[in-house]
């Protein structure tokens, strides 16, 4: 299941050796790159080129890279990574909330950016209705509501195979605390309940074997959420 | 206290003036009648000398006038009484009249002598209360190294050693005199908080100006009910100190003013001393920021322009001389730019951590945080650029929570894993260990190397912004990541140390106390069934 060849990208970034850093380098990666430099015309620009997936640069003067974000999510669920200078934890968390489907802090490694770009173009490409996923040694079957690890049954209770199905089946993104909050507990959680997170993470970690200095599944990023892990491609 | 002793005599002494002579009175005619009783009236002579007895007595305790009294009132008691004819005032023998003359003489000399010792003494007296309570003052203000507190202790000082309600104005910033203290009350009926009014602060603003006594006893401005001596050193004229004063009596004045003259002197230079402290204060700061300032810049130049020599080199080496370079070079060159780009990246962010600490912008993002997934994350992030040293976590059994704020805490962490890295020779062992506390509620994150260690003489420095050990020099760094560590410790209310590591090396032993909200974790089982 690799990224389609040629995936459409837009680029909206306002500074001229960002840009042509990653025409240059995704270019070489086989995407089709879009640019521009400007928020407005950013939204214009999505809508008539229709792109695979949108880079998105927060910082954008004039408006907002919130604002574009905004826009864009009316009318589209494109998928678009979020590009922002570090210690924001809480634009990050912002943007994630606000729909954008990952993000990458400024600077970047271009490793890291393509992973991501693949990993989200692949969840568009994905449907949904696959029963099983596979990740390594780790099976969970959404049918049946079965988790197995290395041929074993594991019991969950329900909560915790709750926040396993929506971590894993978006696996390879981020999902925000809040995000997971709403998915798992529903529209009653309140921000303050995220040590809960905490606890049933640890319990969930604990009961896939996972060493939590390090990480086989469940990543955590700090501040802002957690990241099924992709296994090692 | 000293003076209100002074105030009480005195009043008494003026007070008792009329009563002593009533005694001189009383006591003259009950001498008059024993001598009658006794008989003694043929003896005139003994008489006489009796009647000495009340004079000196009237003269050293009572003073001038009393004696005098005494002296005359003996004499028409002597003269009535025992000088033939009796019960007369006339003198049978005219020579009498010469005794009586001699006699009063006599007696008022030695009144007069009694009087001024009594005086003197007097003097003496007032004189060392002064002293003392200017001694008092001075004590005082040599003790007091804040001008707030100097203000409103001269003007209680002065209040207290005068009796009298006193006030000090000083210069604000703009240069306009303005009360900045003054004394309550001594006495009932004193209005509050005397010399606030306009006409006083407008008699203090001349004095300032001119560094003239002015006000009541001196040259100037006699009517004002208030005194006002400038207070000035050789130099300048610091303030103005005021002392409301009564109707008094000349001489009463004069002496006031001398102490009060005094007290502006001690009290201008305390004011004096403080102010010089306080610019010699403030030129150390300047001068300890400036050399912060000079340590920051040299180090930022260094810091930056090394790894960016790095780039620029190593990017137009590959753009002008492309053909040269074997693919191998080229990979080299390309790994240089981007090593000298991550290094930047570091001390950038290092550098806008410390400006966040330093200018309080730093807000916590409190919350509860598994110091589990903080460690991870650490990890993962110091595995990316040290892969050859083996790292050990030992957890406690019960996952350990702390109520902080997770992104800033991983950052210290970070840091000293980082500097445990840098600072240790690969493939040794790094073991990071958390135990927590029940009581007192605290946890413990130590991080264990085997590495060059820290002198013990530098085990607090190295906390200090932009300072680096002698002895690792050679280790590129800016000496700011344990400051920023230090600086988000003790923002979580907990404290940071290096200690030697038992097996060679260093410890950093992290403190954090776990109930900084008031409440334990809300940990608690929810009590589902496994499916």
Redesign the interface.
């Known amino acids: 299941m690799n990224a389609p060849l040629g995936a459409r990208i837009l680029v909206i970034d306002d500074e001229p050796q960002i840009r042509k850093l990653l025409k240059v380098t995704l270019q070489a990666h086989q995407f089709e790159l879009h640019e521009c430099g400007e928020g407005a015309e950013g939204v214009i620009q999505a809508s008539i080129v229709h792109p695979d997936l949108i880079i998105l640069d927060l910082g954008l003067p004039g408006m907002s890279g919130m604002e574009v974000l905004r826009r864009i999510r009316e009318w589209s669920q494109v998928p678009i990574i979020v590009l922002t200078a ?2 924001q ?2 634009d990050k968390i912002a943007a994630l909330d606000g729909g954008a489907d990952d993000y990458v802090t400024k ?1 970047f490694g271009m490793g890291e950016l393509v992973a991501r770009i693949r990993v989200a173009l692949r969840h568009v490409a994905k449907t949904t209705d696959e029963p099983i996923l596979r990740f390594g040694s780790l099976t969970i079957d959404l049918a049946q ?1 079965q988790v197995e690890l290395e041929g074993t049954l594991v ?7 709750e926040m396993l199905k929506v971590l894993a089946s978006n696996a390879g993104k981020i999902i925000t605390q809040r995000q997971l909050l709403q998915q798992v507990w529903g529209g009653h959680h309140h921000e303050s309940d ?3 997170l ?2 049933y ?2 319990h969930l970690r604990k009961k896939l074997n996972e060493d ?4 086989r599944f469940i ?5 802002i959420g957690y990241r099924f892990l992709l296994p090692a491609e | 206290m000293m003076s209100e002793r002074i105030k009480k005599e005195m009043q008494a002494s003026h007070g008792k003036r009329v009563p002593a002579y009533v005694w001189v009175t009383l006591g003259v005619t009950l001498l008059t009648l024993l001598l009658h009783a006794i008989g003694m009236s043929v003896d005139l002579v003994n008489v006489a000398l009796v009647y000495l007895f009340p004079v000196l007595v009237s003269a050293v305790y009572w003073g001038m006038g009393p004696a005098v009294y005494a002296a005359s009132f003996s004499v028409i008691m002597f003269d009535f009484f025992f000088v033939p004819p009796y019960l007369s005032f006339t003198v049978e023998d005219l020579r009498y009249l010469i005794s009586f003359v001699v006699y009063l003489a006599v007696a008022i000399l030695t009144a007069s002598l009694a009087g001024r010792l009594r005086q003197q003494l007097e003097m003496v007296k007032a004189r060392e209360a002064t002293t003392n309570s200017l001694y008092a003052l001075s004590r005082q203000m040599t003790a007091i190294t804040d001008l707030n507190t100097l203000q409103v202790n001269i003007a209680t000082q002065v209040s207290l050693t005068l009796g009298k309600p006193a006030a000090v104005y000083l210069p604000d910033g703009q240069g306009d005199l303005l009360v900045t203290s003054s004394s309550s009350p001594v006495s009932e009926g004193e209005k509050d908080n005397w010399g606030d009014g306009e006409s006083e602060i407008a008699i203090a603003k001349w004095v300032y100006h001119h560094g003239q006594i002015a006000g009541k006893g001196s040259s100037t401005l006699r009517e004002s009910p208030g005194l006002y001596v400038p207070l000035r050193t050789e130099e300048q004229i610091h303030g103005v100190l005021a002392v409301s004063m009564e109707a008094g009596e000349v001489h009463e004045q004069q002496e006031q003013l001398l102490l009060l003259e005094a007290c502006g002197g001690l009290a201008a230079g305390a004011i004096a001393r403080v102010k010089l402290a306080e610019e010699a204060r403030l030129a150390q700061i300047t001068a300890e920021s400036e050399r912060i300032r000079t340590a920051l810049l040299d180090s930022v130049s260094h810091e930056l322009r090394t790894p960016l020599t790095a780039i620029i080199g190593s990017a137009t080496g590959l753009l002008e001389n492309d053909t040269l370079f074997t693919p191998e070079d080229r990979r080299e060159l390309t790994g240089n730019i981007r090593d000298g780009a991550l290094r930047m990246n570091r001390l950038v962010t290092n550098l806008l951590g410390m400006v966040r600490l330093e200018s309080g912008m730093l807000q916590l993002n409190r919350k509860w945080c598994d110091v589990g997934d903080i460690i991870s994350v650490v990890l993962t992030q110091v595995r990316e650029f040290s892969p050859h040293h083996n790292i050990q976590v030992e957890l406690p059994d019960d996952p350990a929570f702390i109520y902080g704020d997770e992104v800033l805490l991983e950052q210290v962490l970070v840091n000293i894993v980082s500097n445990a890295i840098k600072y240790s020779p690969d493939e040794s062992q790094i073991i990071i260990t958390v135990t927590s506390n029940k009581s007192p509620s605290q946890l413990t994150i130590q991080v264990d190397d085997q590495g060059v260690g820290i002198p013990e003489a530098e085990r607090i420095r190295i906390f200090d912004k932009f300072y680096r050990s002698e002895s690792t020099r050679h280790v590129t760094g800016t000496g700011l990541g344990l400051a920023i560590c230090k600086g988000i410790v003790e923002v979580h209310g907990g404290t940071i140390v290096a200690e030697p590591n038992p097996g060679g090396g260093t410890r950093m032993r992290i403190e954090l106390p776990m109930e900084a909200h008031g409440s334990r974790f809300p940990y608690s089982e929810q009590g589902e069934v496994e499916e």
Request: aromatic share 6%; glycine share 10%.
């Open positions: 570090k210690d934890e809480g600077p509501r019991k969950l209770t329900p909560t915790e195979y995220s040590h809960y905490r606890v993470v640890g939590p200095t390090k990480p990543q955590t990023e700090p501040g």
